[in-house]
Structures are given as C-alpha cells and as structure tokens.
C-alpha cells in the first residue's frame, strides 16, 4: 500500500518560487511503471494536473505550466517535488501529489485526474504579500 504526503510552506509571497514536497512510502518511488504527480484544486473548480515525473525520471508538464513548474525527485529519500516559480494569487489552491500506475502513460493519460491510484492528503497554499 502506497502512502503520499505534502510538505512544504502555507503562505508564499507573490513573484516567489514555491516548492512542495512529496514523500512516498511502502514502495520505492523508481518502482517499474509507477508515475508521480501533482495535482491541483482550485475552490469552486475542477482539479488540475500540472505536472508528472515517472519511475524512470522522465517528466511531463501541463502545457500551460510548462514555462513555471518543474519537478525533481531525490531517490535516496523516496520524495519528489514540485517548484513552481513566479507564483501570483491565482496560484492560491491545495496542492496535491498522486500516483498513477501504468505501463506507457503518456501526458494525456497522466492528465485525467480522476484515476489516479493513490493520492496525498493534500496541502493549502495561499499566494499572499
């Protein structure tokens, strides 16, 4: 059973980078055909796929995000993370990390939130001066 947990700051200030980590527990994160996600929900909107990175460190990055976020893993640790840079208000949304187990997944597989196997509880991020 694979468990995922957020970290990373509540409030970031406009125009800063934000990083938020995700710590994956009971398999290894290199685990053949395993992808990591971020996912966002905005309040009063559906979620939002930003951005994968996969068991053999490929990434994927929502086109709209692709210029902003990037998304890194340390092995040793089990974690990967999302920075997300020049962050404005619009940014202000809970943030999650997700797996998706599959053999191929491509971006637009990885984009459907809705069958993502294991999720993270989720962390509230404010954009605020």
């Known amino acids: 059973h694979v468990r995922l947990s957020e970290s990373g700051p509540g409030l970031v200030n406009p125009s800063q980078t934000l990083s938020l980590t995700c710590s994956v527990s009971?398999?290894?994160?290199?685990?053949?055909?395993?992808?990591w996600s971020w996912i966002r929900h905005f309040s009063g909107k559906d979620l939002e796929w930003m951005g994968s990175?996969?068991?053999?460190?490929?990434?994927y990055y929502s086109p709209p995000l692709e210029s902003r976020a990037s998304i890194s893993w340390d092995t040793g640790k089990n974690q990967f993370t999302l920075h997300l840079s020049a962050v404005t208000p619009d940014d202000t949304a809970i943030y999650f990390c997700?797996?998706?187990?599959?053999?191929?997944?491509?971006?637009?597989?990885?984009?459907?939130?809705?069958?993502?196997?294991?999720w993270g509880h989720g962390t509230h991020v404010t954009v605020s001066s």
């Open positions: 997700a797996m998706k187990e599959g053999v191929g997944l491509g971006p637009a597989m990885l984009a459907q939130v809705g069958e993502y196997n294991y």
């Open positions: 009971g398999d290894s994160i290199t685990t053949n055909a395993y992808h």
């Open positions: 990175i996969g068991y053999d460190g490929s990434t």
